[in-house]
């Protein structure tokens, strides 16, 4: 991937910490929170239950991340914890301005796929991973 090659490289040693995503968590928080409107004028019992798993999904997101010692594989592309924020806030700003909660909730499992990606560490399917995210959020 060419754009790969422009990024700097992770050396061995090299990690992310909960600590270090803690802006993107409580991001993810605060979008699991915004739910709620949608869950309590939820029109079926099915409609609720779809808006609280992805509810769960998210914090479920959030505790994965924040008790995480992420080791990023060397020689691969070096992710860091204000690109993973960034592109969390990115989501979260396009996500805010969708009215269909249907809509909303398919671009919020675009943006959870993406951090189960990131939990991996291998920085080069990580990038990968974003600008599929990227498109997802876009459409």
């Known amino acids: 991937?060419?754009?790969?090659?422009?990024?700097?490289?992770?050396?061995?040693?090299?990690?992310?910490?909960?600590?270090?995503?803690?802006?993107?968590i409580d991001r993810l928080l605060a979008t699991a929170a915004d739910l709620d409107t949608d869950l309590a004028t939820a029109a079926s019992v099915d409609d609720a239950q779809a808006i609280g798993r992805v509810q769960e999904r998210l914090r479920s997101q959030a505790g994965d991340l924040a008790v995480a010692q992420i080791d990023l594989l060397a020689g691969q592309v070096k992710i860091t914890a204000g690109q993973i924020s960034d592109a969390v806030d990115y989501c979260n700003g396009i996500i805010g301005t969708i009215a269909d909660w249907r809509r909303r909730i398919g671009?919020?499992?675009?943006?959870?796929?993406f951090l189960g990606v990131v939990l991996t560490g291998r920085g080069s399917d990580i990038l990968k991973a974003?600008?599929?995210?990227?498109?997802?959020?876009d459409a």
Request: charged share 20%; hydrophobic share 55%; glycine share 8%.
């Open 107 to 113: 671009k919020i499992g675009a943006l959870c796929d």
């Open 1 to 24: 991937m060419p754009e790969a090659e422009a990024l700097p490289l992770a050396v061995a040693g090299d990690t992310l910490s909960g600590a270090d995503l803690q802006a993107a």
């Open 130 to 137: 974003a600008v599929k995210l990227k498109s997802a959020i």
